[in-house]
């Protein structure tokens, strides 16, 4: 089975390599016709509807996504785009996917398609809210230990790794190791580009399996009032050289009430395009650890806007040239919760194996448990059986948007804080999101029932055989169920 492997992503590779070339002599022509030649090599992967979606939007000129696939195109190191490609199309979409959902299957739990990891505790800055900046420099994950986590999440279908922290480069030399030693796999690095430099951007486009997702919270002011004085035009440097160097990278935002007006504004989006971003990886505050905010969450008034206005940024006609995600907002797209190990869960850089980077509770260690047996322990099976915490999947969250679903799955399964400075109850941490999800709740309801939404073909437990026995056919959570409205 690998002989087969490696000899057909060689060859693929061999192929990539020709339509990237032909691509170049003259891409806007070139690209209508790439979709062509590249749909005998990827059927079996992809549905045939993709590529005719992927021919119309080509086809366009003034189409968004046909602009941002160009600039990919023209930007990007050539090393990057396919060795992406590879890695991204072939074996996390086509080989990690299948064995997913095998996993999933065979082993009865939650089997994630990413999984992220803090190689340290350590960082260079002191932001507001920001549980990492309590953590000092005292907890760190062995390079065997960031290797172990990659061999075993993919003997289970994973080949999508994100490094957070903690600043992920301050062990920059580990890291690079890791992406080295496993091109079939894609790392995305959360940073605060304080430590990219023209050797590291070198080496990013010589593995290619390496994307930048830099902390930038709007304009000077609203950035440095969070991240502190200079952080701003650190940042904006580092963007200049990725740029320069043909790196892929793109920003990560964490909006709160008083940055949403900004980071949402017409004028950022340019900017960061204009920088060089490729994408947008947008994170709602969350009030978690010591001394953390909750005045900082957004109102409900301002996520609905963000709501419709993530919507106008995707559309082909009115939005801009680059992927926006907004991890809280999109759950209709991914069915609700994605954590637990649904489609990932958190290692934090004490071995503790947490269900969701913003939950800190655990049951488990790399350091005494493997991933399939925390999976397989009570918090994460608590998360598989319960998911989705609400049919209404403006509302995914356990914690921010239904507290007391995580009060219930700590004191049910006895998971222990894992916060590295100081132990937070259950109640203490939901107690902050009360009152939120007590407003947002109309506001969602709303927004849900006079909106449309994807079909996700999302099987939750309660869907399979054992869970209909285990719950009747109802887990109390059915929007369509007459006993629980």
Same mark, same amino acid.
């Given at each position: 089975?690998?002989?087969?492997?490696?000899?057909?992503?060689?060859?693929?590779?061999?192929?990539?390599?020709?339509?990237?070339?032909?691509?170049?002599?003259?891409?806007?022509?070139?690209?209508?016709?790439?979709s062509?030649?590249?749909?005998?090599?990827?059927?079996?992967?992809?549905?045939?509807?993709?590529?005719?979606?992927?021919?119309?939007?080509?086809?366009?000129?003034?189409?968004?996504?046909?602009?941002?696939?160009?600039?990919i195109?023209?930007?990007?190191?050539?090393n990057?785009?396919?060795?992406?490609?590879l890695?991204f199309g072939?074996?996390?979409?086509?080989?990690?996917?299948?064995?997913?959902?095998?996993?999933?299957?065979?082993?009865?739990?939650?089997?994630?398609?990413?999984?992220?990891?803090?190689?340290?505790?350590?960082?260079?800055?002191?932001?507001?809210?920001?549980?990492?900046?309590?953590?000092g420099?005292?907890?760190n994950?062995?390079?065997?230990?960031?290797?172990?986590?990659?061999?075993?999440?993919?003997?289970?279908?994973?080949?999508?790794?994100?490094?957070?922290?903690?600043?992920?480069?301050?062990?920059?030399?580990e890291?690079?190791?890791?992406?080295?030693?496993?091109?079939?796999?894609?790392?995305?690095?959360?940073?605060?580009?304080?430590?990219?430099?023209?050797?590291f951007?070198?080496?990013?486009?010589?593995?290619?399996?390496?994307?930048?997702?830099?902390?930038?919270?709007?304009?000077?002011?609203?950035?440095?009032?969070?991240?502190?004085?200079?952080?701003?035009?650190?940042?904006?440097?580092?963007?200049?050289?990725?740029?320069?160097?043909?790196?892929?990278?793109?920003?990560?935002?964490?909006?709160?009430?008083?940055?949403?007006?900004?980071?949402?504004?017409?004028?950022?989006?340019?900017?960061?395009?204009?920088?060089?971003?490729?994408?947008?990886?947008?994170?709602?505050?969350m009030?978690?650890?010591?001394?953390?905010?909750?005045?900082?969450?957004?109102?409900?008034?301002?996520?609905?806007?963000?709501?419709?206005?993530?919507?106008?940024? =995707? !559309?082909?006609?009115? &939005? $801009?040239?680059? %992927?926006?995600?907004?991890?809280q /907002?999109?759950?209709?797209?991914?069915?609700?919760?994605?954590?637990?190990?649904?489609?990932?869960f958190?290692?934090?850089?004490?071995?503790d194996?947490?269900?969701?980077?913003?939950?800190?509770?655990?049951?488990?260690n790399?350091r005494?448990?493997?991933?399939?047996?925390?999976?397989?322990?009570?918090?994460?099976?608590?998360?598989?059986?319960?998911?989705?915490?609400?049919?209404?999947?403006?509302?995914?969250?356990?914690?921010?948007?239904?507290?007391?679903?995580?009060?219930?799955?700590?004191?049910?399964?006895?998971?222990?804080?894992?916060?590295?400075?100081?132990?937070?109850?259950?109640?203490?941490?939901?107690?902050?999101?009360?009152?939120?999800?007590?407003?947002?709740?109309p506001?969602?309801?709303?927004?849900?029932?006079?909106?449309?939404?994807?079909?996700?073909?999302?099987?939750y437990? =309660? !869907?399979?055989?054992? &869970? $209909?026995?285990? %719950?009747?056919?109802?887990?109390? /959570?059915?929007?369509?169920?007459?006993?629980?409205?």
């Amino acid at each position: 089975m690998k002989v087969v492997y490696n000899l057909q992503k060689k060859g693929l590779g061999i192929a990539l390599d020709r339509l990237l070339k032909y691509v170049d002599k003259d891409p806007h022509s070139n690209i209508v016709k790439l979709s062509h030649k590249i749909e005998p090599i990827f059927n079996k992967i992809f549905p045939p509807e993709n590529f005719k979606k992927f021919q119309e939007v080509a086809r366009d000129k003034d189409n968004v996504w046909t602009q941002f696939a160009l600039s990919i195109l023209n930007d990007i190191d050539r090393n990057v785009v396919k060795q992406m490609l590879l890695s991204f199309g072939i074996d996390a979409g086509y080989y990690g996917t299948k064995a997913v959902r095998e996993n999933r299957e065979k082993y009865k739990c939650n089997i994630p398609f990413n999984i992220l990891f803090d190689p340290t505790s350590a960082c260079n800055l002191n932001c507001k809210g920001c549980w990492s900046a309590e953590y000092g420099h005292k907890q760190n994950l062995s390079l065997d230990e960031m290797q172990s986590i990659v061999t075993q999440g993919k003997e289970l279908g994973c080949h999508f790794y994100w490094l957070t922290g903690g600043e992920p480069l301050i062990k920059k030399k580990e890291v690079l190791e890791i992406c080295r030693n496993n091109k079939d796999c894609i790392f995305l690095i959360f940073t605060n580009a304080t430590l990219v430099d023209k050797d590291f951007c070198d080496a990013m486009n010589e593995c290619g399996n390496i994307t930048l997702a830099l902390s930038l919270e709007g304009n000077e002011e609203s950035n440095d009032w969070r991240r502190g004085a200079g952080a701003y035009q650190t940042t904006l440097k580092a963007m200049d050289l990725l740029k320069e160097n043909k790196c892929l990278f793109g920003v990560s935002v964490c909006y709160t009430r008083k940055n949403l007006q900004t980071v949402t504004s017409e004028e950022f989006i340019d900017f960061v395009i204009g920088k060089g971003a490729k994408f947008m990886l947008n994170f709602n505050y969350m009030p978690v650890g010591h001394g953390a905010d909750k005045e900082l969450i957004p109102t409900p008034e301002q996520r609905k806007e963000l709501y419709f206005w993530n919507k106008k940024m =995707r !559309d082909g006609k009115t &939005g $801009k040239p680059i %992927f926006i995600m907004d991890f809280q /907002n999109d759950g209709e797209y991914v069915g609700g919760c994605i954590a637990g190990g649904r489609n990932y869960f958190h290692i934090n850089s004490a071995g503790d194996i947490e269900p969701c980077v913003f939950i800190h509770f655990s049951d488990s260690n790399i350091r005494t448990h493997t991933l399939l047996e925390a999976l397989q322990n009570p918090l994460f099976m608590a998360y598989y059986k319960n998911q989705p915490f609400n049919d209404n999947h403006l509302r995914p969250c356990p914690m921010l948007e239904n507290p007391e679903k995580l009060r219930e799955l700590i004191n049910k399964t006895g998971a222990k804080s894992s916060d590295l400075i100081r132990q937070e109850s259950a109640d203490e941490l939901c107690s902050k999101c009360d009152e939120y999800a007590k407003e947002w709740a109309p506001v969602a309801e709303e927004i849900w029932n006079s909106t449309t939404h994807r079909d996700t073909h999302t099987q939750y437990y =309660r !869907d399979t055989e054992e &869970g $209909k026995k285990e %719950f009747g056919g109802c887990t109390g /959570n059915c929007a369509s169920c007459n006993a629980h409205k």
